[in-house]
Every structure is written in structure tokens, then in C-alpha cells.
């Protein structure tokens, strides 16, 4: 779901409710944000498998749609380029040229950031009919959200990340790729800036593109890149290998803010099963995790360089953390940045839960000093254990050689630096 002009717009399955089997009928949906009328609808013919186990994914699915004023950005079929759209009518105003099978969309100043690949829609299909055939022929003693087996589907193509600008001052810039750019879109609105491809199938993990102070982050299978998001050229990449055979609702966590960047992933040597050859990647189609927990990382690299700037293991092995990464933010000279307290259900914890299952845990975060400054990432954050629960994080850090336990189900404020920059009054009621 997104909102701009007083509108919302999202993308809703309004099949049929009484048999998960019957056909999906997805939909582009824009209503009035005040009162909730409806002002336009738009089909969507090829999306996702519908029989698709709960919660397997895809990650990106979430990043085909985006709102920028009177025009709305998505990528309404599986291999189609991005569509234009007014966003007080919604029909088509253009479609962007050299964005054929977008994936994930980001929007950042006047400029749109597109993940695509080269996968197409018949392929898109097939894969979409495998899985619903694969579903419906397993066992029936299973749970109707566990029937799907294990196994690698072709999820993603040859990818390629491409920008393009909207034509106000007519500026093309060269290309990194080889690939035409400068060109307009049709209409004149549009201009390609630049656009850079990657030789592996699914080399950039989905749902980790990011755009932050005129550069462009992603991880890949061996490294976080960073690019120029003007020109596309590359600024420096830093090593950090991942798994390479992945569930395919999982995917590193990759944040830009302040001139850090952040990664969040289980360890490479933690795959689901043997890796695959040829430095490619694996995506099995399952729900399940529960019993799937892996030892995880978070690194912080400077955004100008990609110097390493702190590396700590997360404690008690990682199942998902998604949007429960609480809070990131620098201090100087030792005094943090903001004392304000994530805003959680008092009685549960969980943001928009209201579930008496639910307990309220406390969490916890590290920090590190790096030089004459205090970097504190994630004083408050959480892992999701499921969609009414919340569990504390425990967290090794390690600052230039120095390894420091910072366990906050038990400490106090002066048992480590974490605390010691947190009220003793809000340390006490959280324990």
C-alpha cells in the first residue's frame, strides 16, 4: 500500500473467499484516503501463484508499486515494463522504455530506480502453474499451508538495474552497459539515465536495493555494491558473501541512513541445503522457518568508502527481522541522538496487536565507537517469531577487536555502554 495526493492505492486479491483454490482476481486499487470511496480499479493478469505457501514470498513482491505526486509507478504484470499511471484517473499515461520485467520499484527525487530481469511472461506462467500444480498434487494430510514441497523453482532472470528521470531538464548521462540510453519514453516525460546488468540469474538478493544521498546500494551473492545514482558507476563494493540456497522469503535486511550502511543476514555457511554450483543462487518455495534458525550477522559499512565499520553476531540464531529493525541512529561524543522509545502496544509489544497471547519482551541493541564517534545501531530492535509475538535479541558486538556481551533480558544500565545510554527508569520497567 501506498499514499500520495490524498490517496491510497494498493494491490488486493478480490477473488472469491470461500475456497483458497478458486481463481484469484488481483487488482489495482485506488480509493480516497479520507473517506475510503473508491476512484479506480485496474485488473492485473499475471502476479503470483495464488496456492503458494503462507508467508513464502516472494520478498519483493511489496516493491512493484509507488506513488510520486499525480503519477502512480508499477509493474502491473510479471514481465511488463513499468506503467505510468494518473493517479486521479488511473489510466496509462506511458511506459518505460528499457524496464521490461521490473521487479522492484524506488522512487527517490525526481529519479525511478527499477530491479529488472529478463525473465518473461510466458516464463513467469509456467512458473506460476507449477507451483499451484505442485500444491494441489501433495498430501492431503498436510496443513493447507505446509503442502508445498521443498523444492528450487526459476524465480528470477538476468537482472539489470536501470534509472531513469523524469525530463524536465533533458538530461541523459552516459551509459555504464553498453545499453542505449537518452532515450525518451514516448512522450517526452521520461528519459533513461543509465542502466547496468549482471551476468548471473538473481545475482542481487531481492528487496535489498536502496537509495540514500545520491548512491545506490544492493547486496549481491558475494558483496554489497555501491553505485553513483547519477551515472550508475561504481563507487566501491565490500565483501559479504551470503547463503546462496535461500527460502524464498528470505533475504538479507539492507538499510542506508546517515552515512551507514547496514546488513542483516543469517551466515553463508547456513544454507538450506548444499549450495548451488557456478556462484548462482536457489530459491525453495516453502513456508515453513520455525525450525529453520540460523546464526546471523549484522555489519555496518561506511557509505563513503565501504570501510567495515562494526560487525556483530546475533545471539540465539535468526528467524526473520524484516521491519522489526526498531531503530538506527549515531551519537556524538557519547550522547545519543534520540532517547525516544519505539512505539509498541503498551499491553503486547507489537505494533497494531492487540492479541492477550502476546507478551511484551524487552530488546536490545550495540554499539560501537568509531573514532570520536558513537554508533549505536539498533538500541531497539526485535526479532518476529510469528505474527502476534515478539522475542528479545541478544547481540555480540565487536569494535576493532574488542568483543563486548550485551544481553539486555538481564543487564542493567551500567552493566554495558548499551544501557548506559538508556534512562534507568525505562531499563527498570522493561525488564
Given at each position: 500500500?501506498?499514499?500520495?495526493?490524498?490517496?491510497?492505492?494498493?494491490?488486493?486479491?478480490?477473488?472469491?473467499?470461500s475456497?483458497v483454490?478458486?481463481?484469484?482476481?488481483?487488482?489495482?486499487?485506488?480509493?480516497?484516503?479520507?473517506?475510503?470511496?473508491?476512484?479506480?480499479?485496474?485488473?492485473i493478469?499475471?502476479?503470483?501463484?495464488?496456492?503458494?505457501?503462507?508467508?513464502s514470498?516472494?520478498?519483493?513482491?511489496?516493491r512493484?508499486?509507488v506513488?510520486a505526486?499525480?503519477?502512480v509507478y508499477?509493474?502491473?504484470n510479471?514481465?511488463?515494463?513499468v506503467?505510468v499511471?494518473?493517479a486521479a484517473t488511473?489510466?496509462?499515461v506511458?511506459?518505460l522504455?528499457?524496464?521490461?520485467g521490473?521487479r522492484e520499484?524506488?522512487?527517490?527525487?525526481e529519479?525511478?530506480?527499477?530491479?529488472?530481469?529478463?525473465m518473461t511472461?510466458?516464463?513467469?506462467?509456467?512458473r506460476r502453474?507449477?507451483?499451484?500444480r505442485?500444491?494441489l498434487s501433495?498430501?492431503?494430510?498436510?496443513?493447507?499451508?505446509?503442502?508445498?514441497?521443498?523444492?528450487?523453482?526459476?524465480i528470477?532472470?538476468?537482472?539489470?538495474?536501470?534509472a531513469?528521470?523524469?525530463d524536465?531538464?533533458?538530461?541523459?548521462?552516459?551509459?555504464?552497459?553498453g545499453?542505449?540510453?537518452?532515450?525518451s519514453?514516448?512522450?517526452?516525460?521520461y528519459?533513461?539515465l543509465?542502466a547496468?546488468?549482471f551476468r548471473?540469474?538473481?545475482d542481487v538478493l531481492?528487496?535489498?536495493?536502496?537509495?540514500?544521498n545520491?548512491?545506490?546500494?544492493?547486496?549481491?551473492v558475494?558483496?554489497?555494491?555501491c553505485l553513483?545514482?547519477?551515472t550508475?558507476?561504481?563507487?566501491?563494493?565490500a565483501?559479504?558473501?551470503v547463503?546462496?540456497?535461500?527460502?524464498?522469503?528470505?533475504t538479507?535486511?539492507?538499510v542506508?541512513h546517515?552515512?551507514v550502511?547496514l546488513?542483516?543476514d543469517?551466515?553463508?555457511?547456513d544454507?538450506v541445503?548444499?549450495?548451488?554450483p557456478n556462484?548462482?543462487t536457489?530459491?525453495?518455495v516453502?513456508?515453513?522457518?520455525?525450525n529453520n534458525?540460523q546464526?546471523?550477522?549484522l555489519?555496518?559499512y561506511?557509505?563513503?568508502?565501504?570501510?567495515?565499520?562494526l560487525?556483530?553476531?546475533v545471539l540465539g540464531?535468526?528467524?526473520?527481522?524484516g521491519?522489526?529493525?526498531?531503530?538506527?541512529?549515531r551519537?556524538?561524543g557519547g550522547?545519543?541522538a534520540?532517547r525516544?522509545?519505539?512505539r509498541?502496544?503498551?499491553?503486547t509489544g507489537f505494533?497494531?496487536r492487540?492479541?492477550?497471547?502476546c507478551?511484551?519482551?524487552?530488546?536490545?541493541?550495540?554499539t560501537?565507537?568509531?573514532?570520536?564517534?558513537?554508533?549505536?545501531?539498533g538500541c531497539?530492535w526485535?526479532?518476529a517469531?510469528c505474527?502476534?509475538?515478539?522475542?528479545?535479541?541478544a547481540?555480540?558486538?565487536?569494535t576493532?577487536g574488542?568483543?563486548?556481551?550485551?544481553?539486555?533480558?538481564?543487564?542493567?544500565?551500567?552493566?554495558?555502554?548499551?544501557?548506559?545510554?538508556?534512562?534507568?527508569?525505562?531499563?527498570?520497567r522493561?525488564?
Amino acid at each position: 500500500m501506498v499514499t500520495a495526493g490524498g490517496r491510497l492505492l494498493y494491490i488486493i486479491d478480490e477473488g472469491p473467499i470461500s475456497s483458497v483454490y478458486l481463481p484469484p482476481q488481483w487488482k489495482l486499487v485506488a480509493r480516497d484516503a479520507f473517506s475510503g470511496v473508491l476512484l479506480w480499479e485496474r485488473p492485473i493478469e499475471n502476479w503470483e501463484a495464488h496456492l503458494r505457501g503462507f508467508r513464502s514470498g516472494p520478498p519483493e513482491v511489496a516493491r512493484r508499486l509507488v506513488a510520486a505526486g499525480e503519477r502512480v509507478y508499477v509493474a502491473l504484470n510479471y514481465g511488463d515494463p513499468v506503467t505510468v499511471l494518473d493517479a486521479a484517473t488511473g489510466e496509462t499515461v506511458t511506459r518505460l522504455a528499457g524496464t521490461e520485467g521490473a521487479r522492484e520499484l524506488l522512487w527517490d527525487g525526481e529519479t525511478l530506480f527499477v530491479l529488472a530481469d529478463d525473465m518473461t511472461a510466458e516464463q513467469h506462467r509456467q512458473r506460476r502453474q507449477a507451483i499451484n500444480r505442485d500444491f494441489l498434487s501433495a498430501s492431503l494430510e498436510l496443513s493447507i499451508w505446509r503442502r508445498l514441497p521443498r523444492k528450487a523453482y526459476p524465480i528470477y532472470g538476468r537482472q539489470r538495474i536501470v534509472a531513469v528521470r523524469t525530463d524536465d531538464r533533458r538530461r541523459a548521462r552516459r551509459s555504464v552497459s553498453g545499453a542505449a540510453v537518452g532515450s525518451s519514453s514516448g512522450d517526452g516525460g521520461y528519459v533513461l539515465l543509465w542502466a547496468k546488468p549482471f551476468r548471473t540469474p538473481g545475482d542481487v538478493l531481492p528487496a535489498t536495493l536502496a537509495v540514500d544521498n545520491g548512491k545506490v546500494c544492493f547486496q549481491i551473492v558475494s558483496h554489497v555494491v555501491c553505485l553513483d545514482a547519477l551515472t550508475g558507476k561504481e563507487l566501491w563494493r565490500a565483501a559479504h558473501p551470503v547463503a546462496r540456497s535461500r527460502f524464498s522469503w528470505s533475504t538479507p535486511t539492507l538499510v542506508m541512513h546517515d552515512g551507514v550502511v547496514l546488513v542483516l543476514d543469517r551466515k553463508a555457511g547456513d544454507n538450506v541445503g548444499k549450495a548451488p554450483p557456478n556462484g548462482t543462487t536457489e530459491w525453495i518455495v516453502a513456508s515453513g522457518g520455525r525450525n529453520n534458525r540460523q546464526d546471523a550477522e549484522l555489519v555496518a559499512y561506511s557509505m563513503d568508502t565501504g570501510a567495515e565499520l562494526l560487525a556483530c553476531a546475533v545471539l540465539g540464531k535468526l528467524q526473520h527481522a524484516g521491519r522489526y529493525f526498531r531503530d538506527q541512529r549515531r551519537s556524538v561524543g557519547g550522547q545519543p541522538a534520540s532517547r525516544q522509545r519505539p512505539r509498541v502496544h503498551r499491553r503486547t509489544g507489537f505494533e497494531n496487536r492487540s492479541s492477550g497471547r502476546c507478551r511484551r519482551k524487552k530488546v536490545g541493541g550495540i554499539t560501537g565507537v568509531i573514532g570520536a564517534r558513537r554508533l549505536c545501531v539498533g538500541c531497539w530492535w526485535a526479532e518476529a517469531v510469528c505474527s502476534s509475538s515478539i522475542r528479545k535479541a541478544a547481540m555480540l558486538s565487536r569494535t576493532r577487536g574488542t568483543a563486548e556481551r550485551v544481553n539486555m533480558g538481564s543487564c542493567r544500565p551500567t552493566d554495558c555502554s548499551t544501557c548506559r545510554s538508556i534512562p534507568a527508569r525505562a531499563s527498570r520497567r522493561n525488564s
